[in-house]
């Protein structure tokens, strides 16, 4: 009795019986891969620089992490749980678009704020997100497989013409079979082979991540093909096993390069990793250029004695400040007051460049288009193109192996 009369006083002052004293925030990532790890660990010191500055609107940030496996139903059932059980307010995350697309009718059915930092298959998760004013929740920081293609291309190209000895005319791409190695090589197809400067051949292989591990029979096919620039496109767990069997074959193309979302901590330790070009958007040599990109670094490597290995963990700590910005900037998480905040973004990244959302083919809110070629040398990632943030020049041909 005397509990239920208080209760009674506490409504007729006005004063809320439960406190909302936190906002919560799902992240999803695939935790077994080097960008959940890490991209779910920079979210948290993201959470934990915010919360320690006084938190948002009064509020502390709260992240809730699930784990996709890489799997589009998992993905589902951790946006239903994470809307459901935990009631979070926004969302951040996402790698693989296989898992992304499965996320994709809970995330409209619920319709709260998504700051995405993977996903770069247009043909599958930008199509099924579908054109504004459905999307408009939906806010993509990694670029679309068409942007990375792109920038590829118009690397590749000044690289040519920069170092005449650098020639590219034949391209293999080995491509992990799901989604993102599939996207990766329809766009290389209408990237690279659309004017018939560069001929295109490629073969599909199960990456380690999801239970392969074995790339002779795509490695035979390159060698044959005798490519002058190799490419792989699959996941971190691929890296060193593949580069170990190509030295089993004595397979050397020209230039032997990597698209994986990150790569294995420890990697550029390995004699293995001498010359190996990659794309990506970050490395630890833009410390040098960029204030931004080396507080990142130092206060990752205090908190995690460990170094961010991929340009994933860089993405998911801009996922979380950006979104942090935009609840304060509209005093709210309700999705219409939130995107409506989002869309004046100009965030200083890290990265190297300043965030803001423009439309892209399809969706309202496109954030980063372009990204970097890089190659490894001495044990460490270093930006060759584009030349106004480049950080060496590029070693060529790749070394015969001995």
């Given at each position: 009795?005397?509990?239920?009369?208080?209760?009674?006083?506490?409504?007729?002052?006005?004063?809320?019986?439960?406190?909302?004293?936190?906002?919560?925030?799902?992240?999803?990532?695939?935790?077994?891969?080097?960008?959940?790890?890490?991209?779910?660990?920079?979210?948290?010191?993201?959470?934990?620089?915010?919360?320690?500055?006084?938190?948002?609107?009064?509020?502390?940030?709260?992240?809730?992490?699930?784990?996709?496996?890489?799997?589009?139903?998992?993905?589902?059932?951790?946006?239903?749980?994470?809307?459901?059980?935990?009631?979070?307010?926004?969302?951040?995350?996402?790698?693989?678009?296989?898992?992304?697309?499965?996320?994709?009718?809970?995330?409209?059915?619920?319709?709260?704020?998504?700051?995405?930092?993977?996903?770069?298959?247009s043909a599958i998760v930008e199509k099924a997100l579908g054109p504004s004013p459905g999307s408009d929740y939906y806010f993509h920081l990694h670029p679309w497989d068409y942007n990375q293609g792109a920038s590829y291309a118009e690397g590749w190209d000044a690289i040519q013409k920069k170092y005449p000895s650098i020639v590219?005319?034949?391209?293999?791409?080995?491509?992990?079979?799901?989604?993102?190695?599939?996207?990766?090589?329809?766009?290389?197809?209408?990237?690279?082979?659309?004017?018939?400067?560069?001929?295109?051949?490629?073969?599909?292989f199960k990456s380690a991540l999801l239970g392969g591990g074995d790339y002779s029979a795509v490695l035979e096919a390159a060698k044959a093909f005798k490519p002058d620039l190799f490419l792989w496109a699959g996941y971190d767990a691929d890296a060193l096993p593949m580069l170990e069997q190509a030295k089993a074959i004595k397979?050397?193309?020209?230039?032997?390069?990597?698209?994986?979302?990150?790569?294995?901590?420890?990697?550029?330790?390995?004699?293995?990793?001498?010359?190996?070009?990659?794309?990506?958007?970050?490395?630890?040599?833009?410390?040098?250029?960029?204030?931004?990109?080396?507080?990142?670094?130092?206060?990752?490597?205090?908190?995690?004695?460990?170094?961010?290995?991929?340009?994933?963990?860089?993405?998911?700590?801009?996922?979380?400040?950006?979104?942090?910005?935009?609840?304060?900037?509209?005093?709210?998480?309700?999705?219409?007051?939130?995107?409506?905040?989002?869309?004046?973004?100009?965030?200083?990244?890290?990265?190297?460049?300043?965030?803001?959302?423009?439309?892209?083919?399809?969706?309202?809110?496109?954030?980063?288009?372009?990204?970097?070629?890089?190659?490894?040398?001495?044990?460490?990632?270093?930006?060759?193109?584009?030349?106004?943030?480049?950080?060496?020049?590029?070693?060529?041909?790749?070394?015969?192996?001995?």
């Open positions: 009795m005397k509990k239920a009369l208080a209760i009674l006083m506490i409504v007729a002052l006005g004063i809320p019986v439960f406190a909302q004293t936190t906002i919560k925030i799902g992240g999803i990532w695939t935790l077994a891969d080097i960008t959940g790890k890490q991209g779910s660990a920079a979210a948290q010191m993201a959470v934990a620089e915010i919360n320690a500055a006084g938190g948002v609107n009064g509020k502390k940030l709260e992240l809730i992490v699930a784990d996709d496996e890489g799997k589009a139903d998992k993905a589902a059932a951790a946006v239903e749980r994470l809307a459901t059980v935990d009631k979070v307010e926004a969302f951040i995350g996402g790698m693989a678009s296989g898992a992304e697309v499965g996320k994709i009718p809970a995330f409209a059915k619920y319709g709260k704020v998504v700051m995405s930092t993977g996903a770069a298959s590219i005319k034949k391209i293999f791409l080995a491509y992990e079979e799901g989604a993102f190695g599939k996207s990766s090589w329809d766009a290389t197809k209408l990237l690279f082979g659309a004017d018939k400067r560069y001929t295109i051949d490629g073969a599909p397979f050397t193309p020209g230039i032997y390069l990597g698209a994986p979302p990150g790569w294995p901590i420890g990697f550029g330790s390995s004699k293995l990793s001498k010359n190996v070009s990659l794309y990506g958007m970050w490395s630890a040599a833009m410390n040098d250029t960029s204030i931004a990109s080396k507080k990142f670094y130092d206060a990752y490597v205090k908190m995690y004695k460990e170094e961010p290995a991929t340009y994933f963990a860089l993405l998911a700590y801009d996922s979380v400040k950006i979104l942090a910005e935009g609840i304060q900037k509209a005093g709210s998480t309700a999705p219409a007051a939130l995107i409506k905040a989002l869309e004046a973004t100009k965030y200083v990244s890290p990265l190297g460049e300043t965030i803001t959302f423009k439309p892209s083919n399809i969706i309202k809110h496109q954030g980063i288009t372009r990204q970097k070629i890089l190659q490894w040398q001495n044990g460490f990632q270093e930006v060759i193109w584009p030349f106004e943030a480049a950080t060496a020049q590029p070693v060529y041909p790749f070394p015969a192996w001995k």
